[in-house]
């Protein structure tokens, strides 16, 4: 059987992904859009949050080399306020702001989860996507990021092999403990180049990198992308192979935001304010010959 990866269209990449997941919600939403504004925003420490005035709300990986960059634009430029801006301005990127582009992911996110509940897609709620075994037993994993909370549930699952790709090597002796072995970012290509199943974090796409990462893997592996970031509609992602995105929507807005504008991050948003979910490309994982969820 052979596997075509599909071809990245021209421009920058990351970028069409989100664009093109903005257009298809626009899309999909068509006229509910019209009205929806900025209710609140948070720009933390570790995410950033959103809440609109329909009610919804969305997170996003906020980039270490964000905040860095962001010092200039801060010290010397106009500051521009969200509260009240119209969704289409943010969608369209019309903003200014060095956190333009975490907060329209942000955006995306809180306007995706509507279109979860519409049945529009194969969902499965409460549930890590360590509960779909057969990406998992037998094969030979790569995770670029430490994703802790799927690494634990490796000895069980019963991988060939899994190597850990992260550039924190503050992570190394955590990410080790009996669940895989770490290797340096240098050793990206040739890890996954070896794997049967890659496992993105949801910060690659709020960080850039998830093309180029989609990119350097085989065609014939499953591809899965986990994190809050992840938490917009998967056509996109999709459309690139992807077999499986394990997310998470935001329930209470206020209550994620307010935790946000405290120091808080992704561990303390699970259980309180956030639910989990997994969407599955029914399509890649039959070609893929691990069925479908």
């Known amino acids: 059987m052979v596997i075509r990866q599909q071809r990245e269209p021209s421009g920058d990449p990351e970028k069409n992904i989100i664009a093109e997941s903005v257009a298809q919600v626009q899309l999909l939403l068509d006229s509910d859009l019209a009205a929806v504004t900025v209710d609140r925003l948070i720009v933390g420490v570790f995410f950033t949050g959103i809440k609109l005035s329909n009610g919804y709300g969305g997170i996003a990986y906020t980039p270490p080399e964000l905040i860095n960059r962001a010092s200039h634009h801060i010290l010397k430029e106009r500051m521009t306020r969200y509260q009240g801006v119209p969704v289409a301005a943010i969608l369209l990127d019309k903003m200014v702001s060095p956190f333009a582009e975490i907060i329209r ?31 998992f037993t037998h094969r030979k994993v790569c995770l670029v990021g430490a994703i802790i909370p799927l ?65 350097l893997t085989p065609a014939t592996a499953a591809v899965a992308v986990v994190g809050p970031s992840a938490g917009f509609i998967p056509d996109m992602l999709f459309a690139r192979q992807v077999a499986a995105v394990g997310t998470s ?34 399509f890649r994982l039959a070609q893929l010959g691990l069925g479908s969820h």
């Open 105 to 135: 992911l942000a955006t995306l996110n809180a306007l995706s989860v509507p279109l979860f509940r519409s049945g529009r897609y194969n969902v499965a709620y409460d549930a890590d996507l360590a509960d779909f075994d057969t990406l």
């Open 151 to 215: 690494l634990k549930h490796m000895k069980e699952l019963k991988p060939a092999s899994v190597a850990i790709i992260d550039k924190k090597a503050a992570t190394q002796q955590e990410a080790e403990a009996d669940w895989g072995t770490f290797f340096p970012p240098d050793q990206l290509p040739e890890q996954l180049a070896r794997c049967e199943t890659a496992v993105f974090t949801g910060a690659a796409v709020a960080n850039g990198s998830v093309a180029e990462l989609l990119a």
């Open 249 to 282: 929507v935001v329930t209470d807005p206020d209550q994620a935001l307010d935790i946000l504008g405290e120091g808080g991050g992704g561990y303390h948003l699970f259980g309180t304010c956030m639910q989990k979910l997994n969407i599955f490309n029914r």
